[in-house]
């Protein structure tokens, strides 16, 4: 398991039954609303954080699922949660070395997820569709995900973690993996401003298709900074690209499958390629480091920044009455 004044206005547990509140509930009926600040409690229900409201937990176990409101925040530190997360449009989840067994899933419109030595099962982050926002999903500092992660929204960093099963996005507005272990496949279709993978390792065949803004397979390659380059045990497929596409000191195990790419992947001699190159390919040019308006996200400073007044939010309200 990774490890990482106003009076109180939060109500108590309330009896709902499982179809209003949270689907297939862990704990009976029972679920405990969060308004506030909580600490090393052991809560015996599910956990609802209503619409527009902040919790801040440390040190909290939550023995059921959790589900974070519309516009609400849930900030979480040292914490477990035995069940699942659940997290609305416009809403945040921040966990700090914490443990979530169940899934962890963004709805359309969410505004977003900052894991940081945390464990959880799947991660899965819903497209944008009609709803005004556009979330994000940063999984960093030793954090562990047992299971697929699929995102659908914004920018997505994956840093210094490890995935059991597939990492895959679609639609994101980047997609950057350094220095993560993915068990399966990586595959990274239709990102806008594309991906930057590091120092990494994966298990199952990697894809790259019809990202604009370019694809860099270790560094040098001007979307970011890189250290190193990585391990790819089986085929690396970078297809339809628009933009620049390079890979230098990677070791792939299986082809390198090049289709389409405008303009061509630019292959170092330094990468070991042990299935060949199947495609159009070309030597490196002088790396083009993109302006940071073209590149650059915002989410770190939005997720800081809403991390910072749901801590107040909650801090105004008191201590919530968790047991």
Same mark, same amino acid.
């Given at each position: 398991?990774? #490890? #990482? &004044?106003? =009076?109180?206005?939060? @109500?108590?547990?309330a009896?709902? @039954?499982?179809s ?7 704990n009976a009926d029972?679920v405990?609303?969060?308004v ?5 409690v052991?809560v015996?229900s599910?956990?609802y954080?209503?619409?527009?409201? *902040?919790? =801040?937990l440390?040190?909290? &176990?939550? &023995?059921?699922?959790?589900?974070v ?7 979480i530190?040292?914490?477990t ?5 659940q997290?609305?449009?416009n809403?945040?989840?921040d966990?700090?070395? &914490? ?7 963004l709805?359309?419109g ?5 894991? #940081?030595?945390?464990?959880t099962? #799947?991660?899965v ?13 940063f999984?960093?500092?030793? =954090?562990?995900v047992?299971?697929?992660? %699929?995102?659908?929204? /914004?920018?997505v ?6 995935v ?6 679609n639609?994101?507005?980047? @997609? ?9 496949t990586? =595959?990274?279709?239709?990102?806008? %401003?594309? *991906?930057v993978?590091?120092g ?13 803004g ?5 560094? %040098?390659? /001007?979307l970011d900074s ?5 391990y790819f ?6 297809s339809n ?9 990677n070791?792939?195990n299986?082809q ?5 790419n ?8 330094n %990468?070991?390629?042990r ?7 070309a ?6 480091a993109?302006?940071a308006?073209?590149?650059?996200? @915002?989410?770190a ?11 107040d ?7 919530a009455?968790?047991?």
């Amino acid at each position: 398991m990774a #490890r #990482r &004044t106003a =009076s109180a206005l939060a @109500t108590l547990s309330a009896m709902v @039954t499982a179809s209003v509140l949270m689907a297939a509930p862990a704990n009976a009926d029972l679920v405990m609303y969060c308004v506030g600040t909580g600490g090393a409690v052991t809560v015996p229900s599910d956990l609802y954080v209503p619409p527009g409201e *902040s919790c =801040s937990l440390q040190g909290t &176990t939550i &023995t059921g699922n959790v589900r974070v409101a519309k516009d609400a925040n849930l900030i979480i530190k040292g914490g477990t949660v035995n069940g699942e997360v659940q997290v609305a449009a416009n809403a945040y989840f921040d966990s700090v070395d &914490t443990r979530v067994d169940g899934d962890v899933t963004l709805a359309a419109g969410g505004f977003g997820m900052y894991l #940081r030595n945390t464990d959880t099962a #799947r991660i899965v982050t819903q497209p944008k569709g009609s709803q005004p926002v556009e979330g994000f999903l940063f999984v960093e500092a030793g =954090s562990k995900v047992d299971g697929n992660i %699929n995102a659908q929204v /914004g920018e997505v960093s994956v840093t210094d973690s490890e995935v059991t099963g597939n990492l895959s996005t679609n639609g994101a507005y980047f @997609t950057d993996v350094k220095n993560v272990f993915v068990d399966g496949t990586l =595959s990274v279709l239709n990102n806008a %401003n594309g *991906s930057v993978v590091c120092g990494s390792a994966v298990q199952g065949k990697a894809t790259f298709a019809g990202n604009q803004g370019g694809v860099q397979l270790g560094p %040098n390659g /001007g979307l970011d900074s890189c250290a190193s380059g990585g391990y790819f045990a089986r085929d690396v497929a970078i297809s339809n690209t628009t933009g620049r596409s390079t890979l230098d000191d990677n070791i792939i195990n299986g082809q390198l499958q090049l289709t389409a790419n405008n303009p061509v992947t630019e292959v170092a001699a330094n %990468n070991k390629i042990r299935g060949g190159i199947a495609g159009e390919s070309a030597a490196p040019t002088a790396a083009r480091a993109l302006a940071a308006a073209e590149r650059e996200g @915002t989410a770190a400073e939005r997720a800081a920044a809403r991390s910072a007044a749901a801590n107040d939010a909650a801090a105004a309200k008191g201590a919530a009455r968790l047991g």
